[in-house]
């Protein structure tokens, strides 16, 4: 058992070598003083700091808000954007009028249009949650477009035939031939939102791992900065990783399931 | 329903809504005040300089990523040790914002133009990287070998077979790496307020001189849409034969 645990370990270090060694270059570069420690705090110094903030300061607090606003808009971004990429695929004048739609603001880099929502909507939480949904809503739309507009027809008869009734055919058939594509999308969409909950905290500020970021930066208080960094990044890997563990139950009956 | 009817009702409702008083006309200028203030800004000349500081560090950066993105993927598919090193790295920091990385790297280079193209080479190259390195391994190894059996050397067989081969995917990548380019160089922008696009957005926000943020706002949209649509074109015309092979499925 040990031995089977110790073996398992062993491989999972040996496939993430190449992690593990940034990370100990990382920490003997600064601890032997090659770069300054200001610039590069040592990794444990970073660790242990974390540590530090979340037992006597409120990092639980901005790591939560953060979690939040990011659940909030995408969360948001699903509930609208797989029904409306469903309907475009199945009904033409809603895929005629929301198409042209989304080719012409697809494209416009949303980070530049975030100062109009900060104007008609404040900075508090509403702007932030509004500039994650809006991001992370393209990716899903599309992804789910795609996806139910190639659900082989055929099912879609044979349910018909037996007369399945409509709405049981869109939960029973098309939901579940689509499902793939609305994961691949939601992917996305989750590392979309990563990025833009973090980059609105650090344009509008007041709380989240994005304000201490910007604060660190501005106090020159550089371990601070790798502290909200390396949580960002660790919190989206583990995001990310929950996230395919999650697929691979739901899809285990596709051919997908093991992708990725 | 005519094809173009919810642009021409968004358009519509923006240039009614602020018109009408539903929306406020100082926050939410319409849409022919906008294009008027944008038009007065590029004929004074106050756009110029920001618009081509912004297009200068998007194109250095944009060039020095794809000439070291997509032959660092194509190396992933072809040498296992280079695979086996960069894979593991590029799923563990796919899921990191690296935007998030401009304050530190900026603590690193200072508040300059080498800091900015930086981080929009650390945003540009990944989506390239992973794009060239899917593409070359999905590359059928009996085009390779039948390359290689009929004398073709190794370096001429990566150019006439493999890259054309990893084409398709090699470019949905560009088109992806267009778009997150646009916003590392914006978020840079912004977050080292020194001149560009970015930092007039967010300068004249803080001044609350709105419609001077509009106006970049439209500029910026025009950009990635014309970003998009040039690239659009473009593939168009490169990849004819492939859409000969495979259908419309591209």
């Not at chain 2, 706002?217 to 490169?238: H, K, P, Y």
Request: charged share 15%; glycine share 8%.
């Amino acid at each position: 058992m040990a031995k089977k645990l110790l073996a398992r370990l062993g491989a999972l270090f040996w496939r993430y070598y190449s992690v593990f060694l940034v990370l100990i270059v990382w920490e003997l570069v600064s601890r032997f003083g090659v770069v300054r420690p200001f610039l590069l705090p040592a990794f444990s110094t970073v660790v242990g700091r974390t540590w530090e903030l979340f037992l006597h300061e409120d990092l639980l607090f901005h790591t939560s808000t953060t979690l939040f606003r990011m659940f909030a808009g995408l969360s948001a971004a699903v509930v609208v954007g797989v029904p409306l990429g469903i309907w475009m695929a199945r009904f033409r004048p809603a895929r005629d009028f929301f198409e042209p739609l989304i080719g012409l603001t697809f494209p416009i880099p949303k980070v530049g249009i975030y100062p109009a929502i900060i104007i008609l909507l404040g900075m508090a939480h509403a702007s932030k949650i509004s500039w994650v949904f809006i991001d992370s809503f393209f990716p899903i739309v599309m992804a789910t477009y795609h996806g139910a507009q190639h659900v082989d027809t055929r099912l879609i008869w044979s349910a018909r035939g037996m007369g399945t009734s409509e709405g049981k055919i869109l939960r029973k058939v098309i939901l579940p031939a689509t499902l793939p594509s609305i994961l691949t999308g939601l992917r996305l969409g989750i590392i979309v939102a990563l990025i833009v909950v973090f980059l609105s905290e650090m344009i509008a500020g007041g709380d989240g791992l994005g304000w201490i970021m910007m604060h660190a930066a501005r106090l020159f208080h550089s371990v601070d900065m790798f502290v909200a960094i390396v949580l960002i990044s660790v919190l989206g890997f583990i995001i990310d990783r929950l996230f395919l563990i999650a697929r691979r139950q739901l899809l285990r009956w596709h051919a997908e399931a093991d992708l990725g | 329903m005519p094809r173009f009817l919810s642009i021409a009702l968004v358009f519509a409702l923006w240039e009614a809504l602020p018109r009408a008083g539903i929306l406020p006309a100082e926050t939410f200028p319409p849409f022919s005040t906008v294009v008027a203030t944008t038009s007065q800004l590029f004929l004074t000349g106050e756009m110029w300089p920001h618009l081509f500081s912004s297009m200068y560090r998007w194109a250095v950066a944009f060039v020095i990523s794809l000439a070291f993105g997509i032959p660092a993927g194509i190396a992933m598919a072809r040498l296992s040790a280079v695979r086996n090193f960069l894979d593991p790295i590029l799923t563990a920091t796919y899921p990191v914002p690296k935007a998030a990385l401009i304050p530190i790297i900026m603590l690193w280079l200072g508040a300059g133009d080498l800091s900015k193209i930086l981080v929009i080479i650390l945003g540009t190259s990944i989506p390239l990287v992973i794009s060239a390195f899917h593409g070359a391994q999905g590359v059928e190894k009996k085009l390779v070998w039948s390359a290689l059996a009929m004398g073709t050397d190794r370096r001429l067989a990566l150019f006439k077979v493999i890259l054309p081969a990893a084409l398709p995917d090699i470019l949905s990548g560009v088109r992806m790496a267009l778009s997150v380019s646009l916003i590392a160089l914006l978020g840079s922008e912004m977050i080292a307020r020194q001149s560009g696009l970015g930092y007039l957005l967010f300068s004249s926000l803080d001044v609350k001189a709105y419609d001077l943020s509009y106006a970049t706002m439209l500029v910026i949209a025009i950009m990635g849409f014309a970003f998009d649509w040039g690239f659009v074109a473009l593939m168009g015309r490169s990849l004819v034969w492939m859409e000969r092979e495979e259908g419309s499925d591209g």
